[in-house]
């Protein structure tokens, strides 16, 4: 067991899926895996694992924010030996040509968090995604007809920012979309030396201001699933 974490050991598979939202981790839980188990009830945290198509798989929760998915990204690995840790979760578009419900996996973080800085001070250190779980999310994604992005995202501190325009600093720049905690997850998986991937479905649009509801963002985002379980396991 673990300060943020209560699983007994070895009841946390090698692959663990990573929603922001606990109750995205209960849906995917109760959708597609094959007998879940209720690993962890810490701050309503909510853990599970189960099988996928024969093959052991977890779902972390990791609230909102690098400060603290890093928390359990750093506790799934250092104290349950985790290895294949793939985010899925939702992000706002800062593109006009990615849409709402398109699929980004991000193959790079930027950040405007801290957390590199107390690592490596003025040089600036690059979080990046595993290639063979990019590449084969990326084929699945296509195989099945999702429109899907590969690129840069933003990892940010900060949802209500006072300038609602400082997205575009990023968009000249080719940056996709934002969400809040890739940058952080791809930093420690550098450090620790194990497999991470962020797959996003886009929720709402900064260009163009559309959005979806929580149920829908909670619910009904179920192809960024399958493409990450299928990449992580096989299909
Ligand atoms: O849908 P999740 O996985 O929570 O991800 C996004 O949604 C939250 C903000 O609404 C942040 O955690 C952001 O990264
Ligand atoms: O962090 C996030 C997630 C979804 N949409 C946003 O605009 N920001």
Redesign the pocket.
């Known amino acids: 067991m673990s300060i943020h974490l209560n699983a007994e050991p070895g009841q946390i598979a090698e692959t663990v899926l990573l929603?922001?939202?606990p109750l995205?981790a209960k849906h995917i839980a109760e959708t597609f895996l094959t007998d879940p188990v209720l690993h962890n009830t810490v701050r309503g945290m909510h853990g599970y694992t189960g099988t996928y198509k024969g093959k052991r798989v977890s779902v972390q929760g990791?609230?909102?924010?690098i400060a603290s998915?890093m928390i359990y990204v750093s506790e799934l690995i250092t104290q349950y030996g985790c290895k294949n840790l793939i985010?899925?979760?939702?992000?706002g578009s800062y593109q006009a040509d990615v849409h709402v419900r398109d699929i980004v996996l991000a193959q790079a973080a930027c950040t405007d968090s801290n957390i590199n800085n107390i690592r490596f001070g003025a040089k600036n250190f690059a979080p990046i995604a595993d290639f063979d779980l990019l590449m084969r999310a990326y084929q699945i994604a296509r195989e099945r007809g999702h429109t899907t992005h590969v690129g840069n995202i933003m990892?940010s501190d900060t949802?209500y920012h006072d300038d609602f325009d400082q997205y575009k600093i990023w968009a000249d720049f080719g940056v996709l979309a934002v969400?809040?905690?890739a940058a952080g997850l791809y930093t420690l998986a550098a450090k620790h030396g194990v497999k991470a991937l962020t797959v996003?479905t886009i929720?709402d649009h900064l260009v163009t201001r559309e959005e979806t509801t929580a149920e829908e963002?909670q619910l009904t985002f179920n192809a960024m699933i399958e493409i990450a379980l299928d990449a992580a396991l096989g299909e």
């Open positions: 929603p922001g939202d995205r990791t609230g909102m924010g998915s985010r899925v979760g939702t992000a990892s949802f969400e809040m905690e996003l929720s963002r």
